[in-house]
């Protein structure tokens, strides 16, 4: 039965039309529950489905879901996972403001900061840039310059 709905996934995400967003967070959790890497695009779906959400604890579920697939990306074997780590927290963050939980958010700010490394949004050609090509970049410097001045 797994394998059967793991080529399910398969085809889903390969078909010409494209699929649904919920119909892609689907099938990427489908098979990065038994391939690691399948998890970029997992946490890609999870943020793109989060921005289109209107309730906003689904929304702060899929941040947080997204979160925590870009903690489990290994590094060495996706140059992809910290650019994907910043944008899900950069996600949690806004949704955790939001639900009115700014120590958490500040939390969540604190360490996109201490991961951030100036330029590291702006290769061509990277999904995560490429994804978000049409919105603004997160405010990181300003956040880290404000903090070292506190």
Do not use: K
């Amino acid at each position: 039965m797994l394998i059967e709905l793991e080529l399910i996934a398969r085809n889903v995400l390969l078909s010409s039309a494209g699929p649904d967003l919920v119909t892609e967070v689907w099938a990427c959790r489908t098979l990065a529950a038994r391939t690691p890497g399948h998890r970029s695009r997992l946490v890609g779906a999870l943020l793109r489905l989060e921005r289109v959400t209107d309730s906003p604890a689904a929304a702060l579920r899929l941040a947080e879901e997204a979160v925590a697939n870009a903690r489990q990306i290994d590094p060495v074997h996706d140059h992809h996972a910290t650019d994907l780590l910043i944008w899900a927290l950069h996600a949690l963050q806004r949704q955790l403001f939001a639900a009115d939980r700014p120590a958490e958010g500040l939390a969540a700010r604190q360490e996109i900061i201490a991961r951030y490394h100036p330029g590291l949004h702006t290769t061509l050609g990277c999904r995560v840039t490429a994804c978000y090509a049409d919105r603004e970049q997160p405010p990181i410097a300003d956040w880290a310059a404000a903090t070292t001045l506190s």
